[in-house]
């Protein structure tokens, strides 16, 4: 089993920035690619980033492309979300995902944490 434990949730003011982490544990040989997803109230889970193992890979949703940073530290098994130019849009429920596959949909990705609040205010 892998557990992934997520940090790093706030409130922020539009414009501003966040630094969400992850904490990857257990059998982290089965988290080649880890990903983050948002889900806002009332919304579909969504697909933010991801990353392969070695970091050699990337990828965004169109939506944060340009503004959110994701990477990874496999000797700290972290990963971390850097989110920059936050808009109200940006508000949702954050999760760090691992799997085997880069997609971008969550079904691919089988260990999930627990969520983290993210807010951004006008």
């Known amino acids: 089993q892998v557990q992934l434990v997520e940090s790093g949730g706030g409130l922020v003011q539009a414009g501003g920035s966040l630094r969400l982490s992850c904490a990857l544990s257990?059998?982290?040989?089965?988290?080649?690619?880890m990903g983050w997803f948002r889900q806002a109230p009332g919304l579909e889970r969504e697909f933010v980033t991801a990353?392969?193992?070695?970091?050699?890979?990337?990828y965004y949703a169109d939506s944060v492309k340009g503004r959110f940073t994701i990477s990874r530290d496999n000797v700290k098994n972290m990963v971390y979300l850097q989110m920059n130019s936050l808009k109200p849009e940006d508000t949702a429920v954050y999760y760090c995902?691992?799997?085997?596959?880069?997609?971008?949909?969550?079904?691919?990705?089988?260990?999930w944490g627990q969520g983290t609040q993210v807010t951004v205010s006008s």
């Open positions: 995902a691992s799997g085997m596959d880069m997609s971008r949909a969550s079904t691919r990705y089988p260990y």
């Open positions: 257990g059998r982290t040989f089965s988290s080649y690619v």
């Open positions: 990353v392969t193992w070695g970091g050699g890979s990337t």
